[in-house]
């Protein structure tokens, strides 16, 4: 427990730029409040005492606003940035250094049983507000969107964005564009916005050739 107190405080050091020292992670992070506390429910949970988990679990949401089944699998150096409005699902399982923003949701599709929830693999980074839904997983080294939703397996080294999620680059090659861009979670390429940029240009370009046809048809007309 304590080796994985170390490493989770450490995690919070070496990403938030905000956090000065262990003491003000330890007393004022509320990401690490509800892994602490998770860590505790999970430990009940298997050792098959369900209710006492799920209490510390309840507890755990009222106090930092993070839902963690205790039933789920978190692994050593994750990092919960602000929290607010997490939701990580029973059978949902997360690896080794993973970055979580807030809003984010790890949940299933429907009423299935046994494994329903994704995995998540190593250094992987969930950004504000992305929702990943239902049994499969997400690749090492990816990158998931704010807001994005995805629905689908993801290959590791994958940058994904949009509803659904769409990989947009992988290996560190965008996939449908091969303009070089560095990405972070902030600055994600949209699909989408590149094809309604590309129609933009493309109508103004027919609008220009309206406009000198109108005029060549006047001065004839004159």
């Known amino acids: 427990m304590f080796r994985h107190l170390r490493q989770d405080i450490r ?15 330890i007393l004022c992070y509320p990401g690490f409040h509800a892994i602490c506390m998770h860590r505790i429910a999970h430990w009940f949970y298997r050792h098959r005492l369900k209710l006492v988990a799920r209490l510390i679990s309840q507890f755990n949401r009222f106090m930092t606003g993070i839902e963690i089944h205790p039933g789920a699998r978190i692994g050593n150096g994750v990092f919960i940035d602000h929290g607010m409005g997490i ?10 250094n993973v970055t979580i923003y807030q809003g984010v949701t790890l ?4 009423k299935e049983t046994g494994k329903r929830h994704p995995t998540i693999g190593n250094n992987v980074v969930l950004s504000c507000g992305s929702m990943v839904l239902g049994p ?17 397996e993801i290959p590791d080294n994958c940058t994904v964005v949009g509803i659904p999620g769409r990989i947009v680059k992988r ?18 390429p949209d699909p989408v916005n590149d094809a309604l940029r590309r129609l933009t240009i493309r109508l103004l370009e027919l609008e220009k050739k309206v406009e000198e ?6 001065n004839e007309a004159v």
């Open 213 to 218: 046809l109108e005029a060549r048809i006047n």
């Open 136 to 152: 499969f997983r997400v690749g090492d080294n990816t990158k998931i969107g704010a807001g994005s939703v995805v629905l689908k």
């Open 11 to 25: 995690a919070v050091l070496e990403r938030d730029p905000a956090a000065r020292n262990a003491l003000e992670v």
């Open 107 to 110: 949940g299933g599709t429907g």
């Open 87 to 96: 939701v990580i699902g029973e059978t949902a399982e997360v690896g080794d």
């Open 171 to 188: 290996d560190n090659k965008r996939v449908s564009n091969p303009e070089n861009i560095d990405l972070d979670h902030t600055a994600l």
